[in-house]
Each structure stands twice: as structure tokens, then as C-alpha cells.
């Protein structure tokens, strides 16, 4: 069973920078695509970030390219987002997800099988 924990989520004020993990476990896969989506009230959720393990090619939303950056950990079993230059309009629940290939970093909300509960990131102006 997979099984993803998010965490590091918090309140900051606009310009500040949080950093986001995943922590991952119970699958098999030594390459998966993991990634980040985002969900604000009343808006559908949303691609932020997405990666493949297995040559850490990285995809990113045109709305946090060059603020936002995703990683993962030499044991491959953590992953990152570092949100610098946080807006109040990336406040949202934030959800890691995975999906064993065939995958794509940058894939459709709907073939990611495995999502975390979510952490919740505010940013105020």
C-alpha cells in the first residue's frame, strides 16, 4: 500500500519561503513520478510541480516557474518543494501525489494514483 505524508506547511507573509516534504513508502517502483498539486477554496485542483525519479526530469506550472523548485532525496524515498517568493494567490492546500510508469511528470490530475492527505500553506499580503 502507498502510502504519502506531506508536511511543512505553515502560515508566512508574501515574499517568504516554505519547504514542503513528502515523505514516501510502500511501493515497489525504483522510478515513479512523484508530484506537487494545489487546491484553493473553490477552485479546482491544480498541477504545481511534478518530477520522475528515474532521471529527475522536472515539470512546472507557468505560475511558479522560477520561485518554486521540486527535488527529491539520494534515497529517492522523500520529496521537496521549496516555494520561495510566496504570493497571497499560492495560498491553497497542497497535495503530493505518485503514479508508477508509464507516467509523466507533467500528467493530468486524473492518472495520479496515489495522493497524500495534504498540508495547508497561507501566504498573507
Known amino acids: 500500500q502507498v502510502h504519502l505524508v506531506e508536511s511543512g506547511g505553515g502560515s508566512v507573509q508574501a515574499g517568504g519561503s516554505l519547504r514542503l516534504s513528502c515523505a514516501a513508502s510502500g511501493y515497489a517502483y525504483s522510478r515513479v513520478c512523484m508530484g506537487w498539486f494545489r487546491q484553493a477554496p473553490g477552485k479546482e485542483r491544480e498541477g504545481v510541480a511534478g518530477l520522475f525519479t528515474g532521471n529527475g526530469i522536472t515539470w512546472y506550472a507557468e505560475s511558479v516557474k522560477g520561485r518554486f523548485t521540486i527535488s527529491q532525496d539520494n534515497a529517492k524515498t522523500t520529496l521537496y518543494l521549496q516555494m520561495n517568493s510566496l504570493k497571497p494567490e499560492d495560498t491553497a492546500m497542497y497535495y503530493c501525489?505518485?503514479?508508477?510508469?508509464?507516467?509523466?511528470?507533467?500528467?493530468?490530475?486524473?492518472?495520479?494514483?496515489?495522493w497524500g492527505q495534504g498540508t495547508q500553506v497561507t501566504v498573507s499580503s
Open positions: 501525489a505518485a503514479d508508477p510508469p508509464p507516467c509523466s511528470p507533467s500528467g493530468a490530475l486524473s492518472i495520479w494514483d496515489y
